[in-house]
């Protein structure tokens, strides 16, 4: 079953615009991950943010965390061509290392 | 260094069949992952690996999914009497420690079962 929702499911901007894409979930969380799908590059690890973590910067990428309501945001500043991907938040909880995953957004950026 | 690899890349079986994917995860790294990812959706926890042992294989959909690492590096999933629902691609992933730190996925294995 899937732990998180994105949302939107998909978003289209136009290059150079910045992308927020949001992911709720259900359970406590340790750590809560993105990563960006491709048919080119597969599924590729973004930024891993922690649960007594609130926000978390990685060059274009901004991830917010918001326990209290179960929710974190992945901001893309400046878009890229090259930034259309499939984007899915994953947490693990408590003593288990699985990663569970969210239903994706779609991101499409318009040249 | 090299990434997570995995063959095939592409399966056609028929029902019934029974097929093998095989992962080469990164080299040292003690946690290893299965996931099977349906079209159009996330990718769902399979199974996982510390070293040769399965510690949690709650995610095996039916017995017929059998996963091993008798050497804690590479990894075989394997499925027997294979189904259509069981179409989908299978994702290996390969970590340093569990998940509290990046997986890194392999290309996946596209699985059409007919």
């Known amino acids: 079953s899937q732990q998180g929702e994105e949302d939107p499911q998909a978003l289209s901007i136009q290059e150079g615009e910045n992308a927020t894409m949001n992911c709720s979930y259900k359970?406590?969380?340790?750590?809560l991950q993105w990563y960006r799908q491709n048919s080119g590059r597969g599924l590729v690890h973004l930024i891993l943010i922690r649960s007594n973590e609130r926000e978390k910067h990685s060059g274009r990428l901004r991830v917010t965390l918001d326990t209290s309501k179960k929710s974190s945001s992945l901001l893309i500043t400046a878009s890229r061509a090259a930034d259309t991907a499939s984007y899915f938040c994953a947490t693990d909880a408590g003593g288990n290392e699985k990663l569970t995953f969210g239903t994706g957004t779609r991101l499409t950026i318009i040249p | 260094g090299a990434g997570v690899s995995q063959s095939p890349r592409y399966k056609v079986a028929k029902r019934g069949q029974d097929v093998a994917l095989r992962c080469d995860p990164i080299s040292g790294h003690v946690s290893l992952f299965w996931y099977q990812q349906a079209l159009g959706q996330g990718p769902e926890f399979l199974t996982y690996f510390q070293n040769e042992a399965q510690l949690d294989k709650s995610g095996l959909p039916s017995d017929r999914f059998f996963a091993e690492r008798p050497e804690g590096s590479v990894s075989t999933l394997k499925i027997q009497r294979t189904q259509q629902e069981d179409s989908a691609v299978y994702l290996c992933?390969?970590?340093?420690?569990?998940?509290?730190?990046?997986?890194?996925f392999g290309p996946g294995t596209r699985l059409l079962v007919l």
């Open positions: 359970t406590s969380i340790n750590n």
């Open positions: 992933a390969s970590s340093l420690e569990g998940s509290r730190v990046p997986q890194y």
